[in-house]
């Protein structure tokens, strides 16, 4: 099983300055996040049974559904993902772990 990354580095260097190097912990923000998304889920749940009614008909459902896994998947692969953007003076770094 593939596990969903912990941390992220982000990295903001600047010219003859000290840059910014910040790690943010996402198994302290992920569980905050998700606390958050379910109570709008059941703050909005009336709102989607009757989108689930509509969608029903036109066979959106099924692809509803199975879009969850994909999405779960693809944040598991974001691990070891390292984006680095330099673009003239200005550099960025991203890194999960």
């Known amino acids: 099983m593939n596990l969903p990354p912990m941390t992220m580095r982000l990295i ?5 300055k000290i840059g910014i190097n910040l790690w943010l912990p996402l198994f302290i923000i992920v569980p905050i996040v998700g ?25 959106w459902v099924k692809l509803l559904i199975l879009s969850f896994p994909a999405v779960i998947g693809c944040l ?5 993902l390292k ?15």
């Open 35 to 59: 606390i958050i998304a379910l109570a709008l889920f059941l703050i909005l749940l009336p709102l989607m049974l009757i989108a689930v009614v509509i969608l029903w008909r036109f066979g």
């Open 83 to 97: 984006v680095d953007v330099n673009q003239g003076r200005e550099r960025v770094l991203i890194s999960f772990s």
């Open 76 to 80: 598991s692969a974001l691990r070891g």
């Open 12 to 16: 903001l260097p600047r010219q003859g």
